[in-house]
């Protein structure tokens, strides 16, 4: 997959995680989105291949960009949570 279809799938996976995960306060934008769905899938990639699930090399699939993207949504959350 190039880089084109790295942008679309992070695009894709960053709506699906903003629509799972509700509430407030969210990234903002389509450039937002897409670089939330990517650093899912790379934190996936990460963390599966650390606990066992993905071999050297192997990537997460859609699914886990997901899961990624989620985890980063809830992190990005905390972070800027009002104060």
């Known amino acids: 997959m190039g880089v084109?279809?790295?942008i679309i799938?992070?695009?894709?996976?960053g709506i699906i995680a903003k629509l799972v995960t509700?509430?407030?306060?969210?990234?903002?934008?389509?450039?937002?989105?897409?670089v939330l769905?990517?650093?899912?899938?790379?934190?996936a990639t990460y963390l599966g291949q650390?606990?066992?699930l993905y071999h050297s090399g192997e990537t997460?699939?859609?699914?886990?960009?997901?899961?990624?993207?989620v985890i980063i949504l809830?992190?990005?959350r905390q972070l800027a949570r009002p104060r």
Do not use: S, Y
Request: glycine share 22%; no cysteine.
């Open 4 to 6: 084109i279809g790295a």
């Open 9 to 13: 799938v992070g695009f894709i996976a």
């Open 22 to 34: 509700p509430g407030d306060p969210k990234p903002r934008g389509f450039v937002l989105t897409t």
């Open 37 to 43: 769905g990517i650093v899912g899938a790379v934190l």
């Open 50 to 52: 650390a606990i066992g």
């Open 60 to 69: 997460a699939g859609f699914v886990g960009a997901i899961v990624g993207a």
């Open 74 to 76: 809830i992190i990005w």
